[in-house]
């Protein structure tokens, strides 16, 4: 059983800033990417920014340099710090994980319950 739980989502305003936060638990043998999507009604989920194992992280183009991906492998956990956050960021954030249970297991995709992330203009 493997649980991730993303924190820090809310209501901020347009130029502000906000930081996510997702811990991985449960049965975790290795975590290989980690990563942050986003969904908005209507809407297909959007990768926003991947990091793997070793530390190399890609963006989505409309992140600019505006968000941040960084995680911690000893706390499993990978953040989300984004800054000059603008309504059309408005969306429910998604962290996701592809993780190894026990050695020699395939991995496997998980995602977390969504963090809401509102930002007003």
């Known amino acids: 059983q493997v649980q991730l739980v993303e924190s820090g989502g809310g209501l901020v305003q347009a130029g502000g800033s906000l930081r996510l936060s997702c811990a991985a638990s449960?049965?975790?043998?290795?975590?290989?990417?980690m990563g942050w999507y986003r969904q908005v009604p209507g809407k297909e989920r959007e990768l926003v920014a991947v990091?793997?194992?070793?530390?190399?992280?890609i963006y989505a183009p409309f992140v600019k340099g505006r968000f941040t991906i960084s995680r911690d492998n000893a706390k499993n956990t990978v953040y989300l710090q984004m800054n000059s956050l603008k309504p059309e960021d408005t969306a429910v954030y998604y962290c996701?994980?592809?993780?190894?249970?026990?050695?020699?297991?395939?991995?496997?995709?998980?995602w977390g319950q969504g963090t809401q992330v509102t930002v007003s203009s």
């Open positions: 996701a994980a592809s993780l190894e249970s026990y050695p020699g297991d395939r991995a496997d995709d998980y």
């Open positions: 449960g049965s975790i043998f290795s975590i290989n990417n």
């Open positions: 990091i793997v194992r070793a530390g190399t992280m």
